[in-house]
């Protein structure tokens, strides 16, 4: 397969190209994710579509760069639209996306039929923006990509302190005399870059979720901001790289939507397995406390118990500590795991004392709850 | 003692409502002030338009005599615990750096003077055992600790803190307010939003009452009387005196 | 003019209508992206029903999208209560995945059915008098009419059943709980009618126009309106409006339909939000204007009044020094002062300005006002 995967030009060109959308959108991601702008991504990769229909009417040109630049025009348009509305109407932030997100591709729409219906030469495959054709990507597209995306990288590594700030506490920027609105307005434009570098690949609808999947199963395997942004690209890398393999090696499986079913894969397992926050270890770790919990219950009953005799080794019957457990069927159990650790023993009657260690235990135990 | 702060005839805004009306504030060096008021009275919007995180409509700023764009490297502030996403992935040690983004200016990154200098700012709110910790782990009073630690590794000569003592434990409350004696004891001048009545006398120097104009202000002992708080409450606060004995 | 061009309109009316009903509570709940996430999510239910009737009109689709949509609300649900991700990147991501699958459901099966992805996205208003609904050897009309319709009467029953719940539920979600009308079923429901909403309509003008029919007349009439019942009414009349002049547009340009409609809708929010009455830009402009002038009259008496009887107020309250401290530009201040002056709410004494009784009234009530 690797064979396969060097020799062939197309394979080889969109895999490529994949991976650096994923790399790129990866780092990306993490500002968008941490700043609450998923749903803006979403508005701007529609609203990109008007974009490169003008693009394309007013140059007549299919370059990629030129649709890049008509499709972040529009993008960037749309961010200041919705910005504009909720700042000088009561309509708000929601609608204000869902208006110009729609309205955008509606106008974007209108645009492509009508390319499609005049007599403009060369203008197959203008559609192909709307869900991605990564296999229409050639070598040119993929440099053209290198480049923005790499740009977009070294602004980000710029400023990368100030970026951050401006994601966890803006106001405290401002009171530094951080140029903040600046830097909003500079974030949101790498958005829109990075939506842009994406669409020929993944296409317009399917974009948003390239902005939003990585970050999110990369916020749940650290604690750390660089470390997030840096798994963040590697996922989106590596599901850019799979998801074009998967679908240049199965039939009829399109590129776009494989990426996106791939990260939103690792979402998923990321969420549910992660340490420290994959809420599957936090099942069982709440599992194995509780058993702790009751077994240390047992432990302190057959103290008590002891309590009334001269000795805290003096034994019981297990249906004597029923009494206290009626419903417990697992009693037997906490009692056998206590002696497989040595605190309990079960002497030739088939009662139940506490060792010289479990006796130890037991006033720790004692100590440790008594604040 | 020199005036520190000097606010003249501030109104500000939002849309087409006032929410501070000609104000005047001053505030010498050395000294600890408190800002009291009922909710929704501006407390809040005061000290974010003094920082210029908002656009006044009217009046003057002067924080040393300037204006406070050019002396933001000598302004110190501590934002309300809840405006941030405590959830965010970093450290507390981290959080503390960003105290010192201004002076770096831009491109440059934190290095090893600026970890020690942060060490020392969470040492003084004896929270360097937790530089590591991420913040979500850490408890309400423990937050205000890493944002307090913030303002002070800007080592500034005047400081703004909004509400630090709304829902901590009565240690950190306690350990805040010994900190803020400290500075005050040092000449810095401190400004603090301030809810809960009962300890602005034990706590503050100064007290400077407002509900959207200025009430009234200058030393507890002179402004914070039943008749002026009936002014700034509308009536409906009662201030339980401490039996003197 | 052909029968299919009015066919096509009574289609497009209906449409319009449908989906501003649900709308309206989507813009007033907050909740207008999730008419994006629904109508991008829907797509599987579509597919499996019509691998199962192979027809883009019955009902079983209707169905099949409106548990997509559920399954999508309930998704956003699960992930923003595990706490683990945000509930904006919860929806983003649910509904690309789902419409992900979707996309890849159609590619596996392309060569056994004839579903073009295009036509669920875009839709394509002109085939829609081509779908006709015979009963008994009788043609009754395009099919679309009928599902449309049907969800179209649906929403509208739902809504004037429950229209005090749904208010309630919208504006006090706590209060309505406690009243025991159980905001979550309310939710649900009107999820639900959102989702077949959109499979109905998808067939007609694609599942991204959708949105623009649920959102924009609401979010317009939104601008004209504090009025809940009012605001249904306007968003009616303004998704009519849109549907038949976005017709005519692409009639003109020959150009996308749906496309056409979802332009109108932009074009009538950004007339409403320029000269809405008491909302629109130009308004808020003059108004602003307006009080500009009473705001500074307003600051000019309360600043004299703080000043009054003060040992500073020889110097605060000379004319030269409002430019100093209320930091006006002189000939802003001198306009206030002239017309304060001609309002007879401050008289001047010599260099100084004093306040007249009704002036002195004005900046009491100012004050109290606030």
């Given amino acids: 397969m690797i064979e396969q995967l060097l020799g062939d030009y197309t394979l080889r060109t969109v895999t490529l190209g994949a991976a650096i959308l994923g790399a790129v959108s990866g780092v990306l991601s993490t500002f968008v994710v941490l700043r609450q702008q998923s749903l803006l991504g979403d508005a701007v990769s529609h609203a990109a579509l008007p974009g490169i229909g003008l693009a394309f009417l007013i140059t007549g040109s299919k370059a990629s760069l030129i649709l890049m630049i008509g499709a972040g025009i529009a993008g960037w348009l749309g961010t200041a639209l919705v910005l504009l509305i909720t700042h000088s109407s009561r309509v708000k932030y929601d609608s204000a996306l869902g208006l110009v997100l729609s309205v955008f591709f509606g106008i974007g729409l209108v645009l492509l039929t009508f390319i499609q219906k005049s007599s403009l030469p060369n203008q197959a495959g203008l559609d192909s923006f709307l869900f991605g054709q990564a296999a229409s990507l050639v070598m040119e597209d993929v440099l053209t990509m290198t480049v923005v995306g790499g740009l977009a990288l070294v602004v980000i590594l710029l400023f990368w302190k100030e970026f951050k700030l401006l994601a966890f506490d803006p106001d405290f920027a401002r009171s530094l005399v951080l140029p903040v609105r600046w830097l909003d307005v500079g974030c949101t434009t790498l958005l829109v870059v990075v939506i842009v570098i994406g669409l020929q690949t993944v296409g317009v609808v399917l974009m948003s979720a390239m902005i939003i999947a990585p970050a999110a199963a990369a916020r749940q395997w650290t604690d750390h901001f660089g470390m997030m942004t840096l798994i963040s690209m590697i996922i989106g890398m590596l599901c850019g790289t799979g998801g074009s393999i998967l679908s240049a090696t199965t039939s009829n499986l399109p590129t776009g939507p494989i990426i996106v079913v791939c990260t939103s894969g690792v979402v998923v397992m990321s969420i549910l397995a992660a340490p420290h926050r994959g809420i599957l270890w936090n099942k069982i770790r709440q599992i194995l406390q509780n058993r702790r919990l009751r077994a240390e219950a047992v432990l302190l009953d057959l103290f008590d118990l002891a309590k009334q005799h001269e000795t805290p080794e003096y034994p019981h019957m297990e249906e004597v500590l029923r009494v206290i457990y009626p419903q417990s069927g697992s009693l037997l159990r906490q009692l056998q795991g206590l002696q497989s650790k040595g605190l309990v023993m079960r002497n030739e009657h088939g009662a139940w004392a506490l060792t010289p260690d479990g006796v130890i235990r037991c006033h720790q135990l004692i100590k440790e709850r008594t604040p | 003692m020199s005036t520190v702060i000097e606010v003249r005839d501030l109104t500000v805004a939002y849309r087409e409502n006032p929410v501070l009306w000609d104000i005047d504030l001053d505030v010498g060096s050395g000294t600890l002030m408190a800002i009291v008021g009922p909710n929704g009275a501006g407390k809040t919007t005061l000290i974010k338009t003094i920082l210029g995180l908002i656009k006044p409509a009217a009046g003057q700023i002067r924080i040393l005599g300037q204006p406070y764009h050019k002396v933001a490297t000598s302004v110190g502030y501590v934002p309300q615990r809840g405006s941030v996403d405590w959830d965010f992935p970093t450290s507390v040690l981290d959080v503390v750096l960003m105290g010192l983004y201004g002076r770096l200016g831009w491109i440059r990154r934190p290095g090893s003077m600026q970890r020690k200098e942060a060490l020392a700012a969470l040492e003084k709110v004896d929270m360097v055992d937790y530089s590591h910790q991420q913040i979500s782990q850490l408890s309400g009073g423990q937050q205000q600790r890493v944002f307090l630690a913030r303002a002070l590794v800007q080592k500034a000569q005047v400081y703004f803190m909004d509400e630090p003592l709304q829902g901590v434990d009565a240690t950190t409350e306690h350990a805040i307010i010994d900190l803020l004696q400290v500075l005050r004891s040092s000449g810095k001048t401190v400004v603090v939003v301030h809810h809960d009545l009962q300890t602005v006398s034990s706590y503050f120097d100064e007290v400077f009452l407002l509900n959207i104009r200025r009430i009234s202000s200058g030393p507890v002992s002179e402004v914070f009387t039943d008749q002026n708080l009936k002014l700034t409450y509308g009536g409906r606060v009662a201030i339980i005196k401490e039996p003197t004995s | ?370």
Avoid at chain 3, 159 to 183: N, R, V, W
């Fill in chain 3, 1 to 370: 003019m052909s029968a299919f061009h009015w066919e096509i309109q009574l289609v497009s009316m209906v449409v319009a209508t449908a989906c501003a009903l649900p709308g309206t509570f989507l813009v007033l709940r907050k909740m207008a992206m999730m008419s994006d996430a629904i109508s991008h999510a829907i797509l599987p239910g579509i597919v499996i029903g019509f691998f199962l009737t192979e027809n883009l009109s019955s009902p079983l689709l209707i169905l099949g999208g409106a548990v997509a949509g559920l399954l999508t609300v309930a998704l956003v649900e699960w992930i923003r209560k595990t706490d683990r991700v945000r509930e904006d990147a919860a929806i983003g991501l649910v509904f690309s995945t789902l419409f992900a699958l979707g996309v890849l459901m159609i590619a596996q099966f392309a060569n056994d059915v004839h579903l073009d992805i295009d036509a669920v996205l875009l839709g394509e208003l002109a085939f829609v008098p081509f779908d006709r609904l015979m009963l008994f050897g009788r043609d009754l009309g395009p099919q679309a009419l009928y599902a449309t319709g049907i969800v179209g009467l649906l929403c509208a029953g739902f809504i004037l059943l429950f229209y005090k719940e749904l208010k309630l539920a919208t504006f006090d979600s706590a209060l309505c709980a406690t009243l025991g009308f159980l905001p979550g079923v309310l939710h649900y429901s009107l999820m639900g009618l959102v989702s077949m909403t959109a499979v109905a309509a998808f067939d007609a003008v694609g599942s991204i126009l959708v949105i623009a029919l649920m959102v924009g007349p609401p979010a317009s009439a939104y601008l004209m309106t504090h009025q809940l019942s009012k605001m249904i009414l306007y968003s009616i009349i303004l998704a009519i409006l849109a549907a038949i002049s976005g017709y005519w547009a692409a009639y003109l340009l020959d150009a996308s339909i749906a496309g056409c409609m979802a332009t109108m809708v932009g074009v009538e929010f950004a007339v409403l939000f320029c000269v809405a009455p008491h909302q629109g830009l130009l308004v808020a402009w003059k108004r602003r204007r307006h009080q500009r002038w009473a705001f500074a009259i307003k600051m000019l008496v309360i600043h004299l009044l703080q000043h009054e009887d003060t040992p500073e107020s020889e110097q605060e309250c000379r004319v030269d020094h409002l430019q100093d401290h209320l930091a006006w530009e002189q000939p802003f201040a001198e306009g206030v002062v002239a017309r304060a002056l001609s309002r007879k709410l401050i008289r001047s004494v010599g260099e100084y300005l004093e306040l007249t009784p009704s002036g002195r009234n004005l900046a009491h009530q100012a004050m109290v006002h606030v």
